[in-house]
């Protein structure tokens, strides 16, 4: 029997492949899959509508619909005005979702639109979300879109263009006669914490920001452990490799990936969350996540890309004081191009950053990675790393107002680091032309919450910025060209039924 309850929102006439593709993007958000689905549930005037039948029929599950005054009953998280003025009940989906999945049943994932439908996922018993059992590639990172990928133009990882510089690859040759020596990083801790304003013993050097994700998953007992997606997949990797049980919480294009309030449950032990996010580039404001902190929890947070934002105005990184247990991770990586050096950290509660160390191989960072922190936490180094973040800006509002001038392409929320995330159709095919055209862009499949219609695109300079939108154009004009999708003989289309006569209709997107 399966454990989530689907509900649906449909407009008259819809196909049975869109309204099946929907539902199979939210089980995929969900973790979950078409063995998982316990029934389909939908307004009672809509259990008729053939593309509904079909699918519970594919699904091989029961279509139960409810009354307009039942489903107006049940709070949901996400209401719209005009779902409710023309149907009386403020979200089909969710709260259908909601009713079918019985007492103790929790929302896994809101309501998500396609053209004429909405779906929304609750799951019949706690916990809120559920453990993972199918997943996204959650070990695939943006560099295996240019690995073994010819002369491609890269724009898939989001490494500064022209780093390292000249100062710095200079400074790190010169600690090559040093390497007979062990590491020794008391002054790269020093540096890394007068950087933050921070004692000392609230500083843990580290193999790359990755390795701290693997050191919190092999410290922390979490006993519900709530990871905020889309976001950088290690941490969700890193915690279900240590044998945690790993609950999404999926954050919507439609709220433009921001926060919304109570989204986190309050059970969480354990939060995970980037800020700015990747792959999203929204930025959250500190003291929004300030407030996610609780007595008895420990909050991580990614800020790998803090230092693409100008002034580091929504860091959280020199906040000491607030309740539970606070964990940054910072990265030297994309601003400075040290991906293949590894060096990053972890500032945290002094308890918790001995705890971690003691996790930690000895020697787990070389001298030259000890030498980057150091001279990267310097004022030079800081002074240059704001002006290219200024750099950036500039050129990711280039970015943003090409992709303006491109009608099948939809931006959500506002991108404020050195990447932007889009929404297309056809972005598998889009990608593929892309890079027949000679540029690389990083896929959103893999990232949970999304699915196969989002890419994620690098800021680069002006020039390679027209370079790649004039591609791009080109790209969408060809998988836009291409023939209609046309339904498997195996899922059959009936014929359309009316709804009764004065029922109103939602508009483009009923839910």
């Known amino acids: 029997m399966g454990q989530v309850v689907v509900g649906v929102g449909a407009g008259r006439g819809v196909p049975a492949r869109e309204v099946l593709g ?41 279509l139960v619909g409810y009354p307009a005054a039942a489903l107006a009953a049940v709070p949901v998280p996400h209401p719209s005005p005009a779902v409710l003025a023309a149907v009386r009940t403020p ?50 990172h943006g560099d295996a879109e240019v690995r073994d990928g010819g002369e491609l133009v890269d724009l898939a990882v989001n490494v500064r263009t022209g780093t390292p510089p000249g100062w ?23 540096a890394v914490a007068a950087r933050h304003r921070r004692p000392v013993d609230e ?23 709530a990871v905020v997606h889309p976001q950088f997949t290690e941490p969700e990797a890193a915690l279900r490799d ?38 999203t580039s929204v930025v959250h404001p500190a003291a929004e996540l300030a407030g996610l902190a609780r007595p008895g929890r420990t909050l991580v947070i990614d800020e ?36 293949g050096l590894r060096i990053g950290y972890v500032l945290a509660p002094a308890g918790l950053i001995a705890e971690l160390a003691t996790a930690q191989p000895l020697w787990p960072v070389s001298t030259p990675a000890l030498a980057a922190a150091e001279i990267c936490s310097a004022p030079a180094a800081l002074d240059e790393a704001e002006r290219a973040a200024r750099t950036t800006v500039a050129q990711r509002d280039h970015l943003l107002k090409g992709l303006a001038a491109l009608p099948a392409v939809r931006v959500h929320g506002e991108p404020a680091a050195s990447f932007v995330l889009v929404e ?25 919450g999304l699915g196969p219609d989002w890419l994620r695109i690098a800021v680069r300079d002006e020039r390679t910025t027209d370079a790649f939108l ?18 498997p003989a195996e899922l059959p289309v009936e014929p359309p039924i009316g709804l009764p006569a004065g029922l109103p209709v939602p508009g483009v997107t009923p839910s």
């Open 304 to 339: 790998a890309f803090m230092d693409t934002l100008p002034g580091e105005t929504e860091s959280l990184a020199a906040v000491r004081g607030l309740p539970g247990r606070v964990v940054v991770l910072r990265s030297l990586t994309k601003t400075w191009g040290l991906a």
């Open 424 to 448: 297309l159709a056809g972005a598998a095919g889009v990608r593929e032309r892309l890079r027949a055209a000679g540029f690389a862009v990083r896929r959103g499949d893999t990232f949970p």
């Open 22 to 62: 929907l539902v199979d993007a939210v089980l995929a958000a969900a973790g979950a899959s078409r063995p998982d689905v316990a029934r389909l549930a939908t307004l009672d005037t809509k259990s008729e509508e053939p593309a509904l039948r079909t699918v519970a029929r594919l699904l091989g599950v029961e």
């Open 203 to 225: 500083v843990l050097l580290t193999s790359g920001a990755a390795e701290a994700f693997v050191l919190l998953a092999r410290i922390l007992r979490p006993r519900y452990a």
């Open 470 to 487: 004039a591609a791009l154009a080109d790209a969408l004009a060809d998988v836009l060209a291409g023939p209609p999708v046309e339904l």
């Open 242 to 279: 240590a044998g945690h049980t790993v609950h999404r919480v999926l954050l919507a294009p439609e709220d433009g990936f921001r926060l919304t309030p109570g989204v986190v449950p309050e059970e969480a032990d354990l939060v995970v969350i980037g800020n700015p996010t990747n792959p």
């Open 168 to 190: 710095l690859r200079e400074h790190l040759a010169a600690t090559l006669t040093g390497l007979a020596a062990y590491p020794e990083g008391s002054a790269a801790r020093a």
């Open 91 to 140: 979200s089909v989906a969710e709260a259908a979702a909601l009713l079918g999945a019985g007492d103790g049943g929790r929302l896994v994932v809101r309501k998500h639109k396609s053209a004429r439908a909405t779906a929304a996922i609750a799951r019949t018993a706690p916990p809120w979300s559920a453990p993972v059992t199918t997943e996204p590639d959650l070990r695939h």
